[in-house]
């Protein structure tokens, strides 16, 4: 089975498919899921612009094969996260009703993932958390958060959002954060409903 997945930033084609990977080691280590290397968009020209959403969806499912599933995720930034993934989705299966299509919006930025799992990545490449409760889906510049915590105060959306998603604890994230739940939810279905 394979997923071909519809990213909208640099960070998340390297990051997305070692997060991917992980996912299905953690959750369905029984299935092989052959990740294909993430489709990078502009958000408001595949959001706004039908005829390049519709390019970019039979690309993902000629790149998923058969046998495989779409997997669009793109940050909410200040949408409602459920509202802009039930639009994608109803568009998606307009385009695409040949393949399975599971939309994750992370709520508010992918980096929100990262916030959730905070303590696993404490003293990890520099990140230093003192702990305690936050809400990881609040802040509204979450990649100004975590980089307000690195030592020097830079964070790499290409080294270190990969660096990240190998090291953070899935299950903290699972946790703390409702759209990593979603994208839990949505690989469990996909892929025990396709295998």
């Not at 998340?12 to 968009?41: F, G, H, S």
Request: glycine fraction near 8%; charged fraction near 30%.
């Amino acid at each position: 089975m394979k997923v071909a997945s519809i990213v909208e930033g640099d960070g998340e084609v390297a990051a997305l498919p070692i997060l991917l990977r992980r996912l299905c080691a953690w959750r369905t280590p029984e299935a092989y899921v052959d990740v294909q290397t993430p489709i990078r968009v502009r958000r408001d020209r595949f959001l706004n612009r039908e005829e390049e959403f519709e390019r970019y969806l039979h690309l993902a499912a000629a790149k998923s094969g058969d046998d495989g599933w779409i997997l669009v995720l793109l940050d909410a930034d200040d949408d409602c996260p459920a509202e802009l993934g039930n639009s994608i989705a109803m568009r998606a299966s307009e385009h695409v009703p040949h393949r399975p299509v599971a939309v994750v919006i992370a709520n508010r930025e992918f980096e929100a993932w990262f916030i959730a799992s905070a303590d696993s990545l404490s003293g990890f490449r520099g990140f230093a958390h003192e702990g305690g409760h936050l809400d990881p889906e609040r802040p509204r510049d979450a990649k100004g958060w975590i980089r307000a915590r690195m030592a020097g105060g830079t964070y790499g959306e290409t080294t270190d959002q990969p660096a990240f998603a190998t090291h953070m604890s899935l299950e903290q994230a699972e946790k703390g954060s409702r759209s990593f739940r979603k994208l839990c939810s949505e690989w469990d279905r996909k892929v025990k409903g396709l295998s």
